[in-house]
């Protein structure tokens, strides 16, 4: 599967964006689906994952009660809905697609296939 995501850009803190991932390939349903970012000079870090169904996700701390990964199937799209952004939500944010574990890993090695990541930007 080839992933593709988008929506970053620039934003002020306080604002809101929402980064797509759109997958080719057949059986986007399969794969639990996750977010990852990377901050520079930064690890990559854990941000959400959702289940391959959609029902159950999961959010990194950090980021709980202002972000929302969902996706649709029927779309081979999943999203990443980011509220109250705070300067350091900075970082080029990476979807991911897992074929093993159902309801999606949050370590990043657990993760098959990457997209290209897209670029979010926080001014304070």
């Known amino acids: 599967v080839q992933l593709q995501a988008s929506g970053g850009g620039l934003v002020r803190a306080g604002g809101s964006l929402r980064l797509s991932c759109a997958a080719s390939?057949?059986?986007?349903?399969?794969?639990?689906m996750g977010w990852f970012r990377q901050a520079r000079g930064k690890e990559r870090e854990f941000v959400a994952a959702?289940?391959?169904?959609?029902?159950?996700?999961r959010h990194a701390d950090s980021v709980k009660g202002r972000f929302t990964v969902s996706r649709d199937n029927a779309k081979n799209t999943v999203y990443l809905q980011m509220n109250s952004l705070k300067p350091e939500d900075t970082a080029v944010y990476y979807c991911?697609?897992?074929?093993?574990?159902?309801?999606?890993?949050?370590?990043?090695?657990?993760?098959?296939?990457w997209g290209q990541g897209t670029l979010v930007t926080v001014s304070s």
């Open positions: 991911a697609a897992d074929r093993t574990n159902p309801y999606g890993s949050w370590l990043g090695r657990d993760y098959d296939y």
């Open positions: 390939g057949r059986a986007f349903s399969s794969y639990a």
């Open positions: 959702i289940s391959r169904s959609g029902g159950i996700t």
